[in-house]
């Protein structure tokens, strides 16, 4: 049951991770210095505050400091209120890594192919969507996959605020039965079972795409 919570909250919060880290990414590369900025602030801001205080920061302070967020938790029984705040606390988590990752996957490119692109007569969103992406997603396949796996032992931080994901389970098995031994080696094998389900899936979409 545990491990359904973990896979669910990784899937969703990858979604969320790779959509906006993606745009982010894009935007502190563009040639709008405010934009830029305030991509640049998004990044830091996630990056530099520790995940754990992102959990509690969005369970406990947003829902009170916002009337219609709190009015739309109140609707929700408890194990969907903490699935939501995993989903979005470990997707914006992720997203400013992502983010970094898209910058420079984007900025290792020789600048003629932007210079091309316009060239031919693409508008700017163009350029990014056919020339510069393309090629940047490909380069940074190595690093995304260290994303994919620390997002999903991220999961186990989501514990803190009671969702019944894998960790949650562990602990509540090894404290009714005092087998902690058992249970926490069943719980290791099944995180390094997915993590290297997903750097071979991984791995394989690297191989499809190479240049």
């Not at 803190?160 to 994901?165: A, F, P, Y």
Request: aromatic content about 14%; proline content about 3%.
């Amino acid at each position: 049951a545990g491990l359904g919570w973990t896979l669910a909250t990784a899937f969703f919060a990858w979604i969320i991770a790779f959509t906006l880290g993606s745009i982010v990414g894009v935007a502190r590369t563009t040639d709008k210095r405010w934009l830029t900025r305030l991509a640049n602030a998004y990044v830091e801001l996630f990056r530099n505050i520790p995940l754990l205080v992102q959990f509690f920061v969005w369970y406990f302070v947003v829902p009170g400091l916002f009337l219609p967020v709190k009015a739309w938790v109140i609707t929700l029984d408890p194990t969907e209120h903490q699935f939501v705040t995993a989903i979005v606390c470990l997707g914006l988590f992720t997203s400013a890594r992502i983010a970094e990752q898209v910058r420079s996957g984007i900025q290792s490119l020789a600048r003629g192919q932007r210079a091309a692109g316009y060239a031919l007569g693409l508008t700017q969103l163009q350029t990014y969507r056919y020339v510069l992406l393309p090629m940047a997603y490909r380069i940074i396949i190595p690093p995304l996959t260290s994303e994919v796996m620390s997002l999903i032992k991220n999961t186990a931080v989501a514990y803190s605020i009671g969702l019944v994901e894998l960790f949650f389970r562990t602990r509540e098995m090894g404290e009714m039965t005092f087998r902690f031994f058992e249970a926490f080696a069943a719980a290791t094998f099944l995180y390094v079972v997915i993590a290297l389900i997903a750097n071979r899936a991984m791995a394989f979409i690297e191989r499809r795409t190479a240049v």
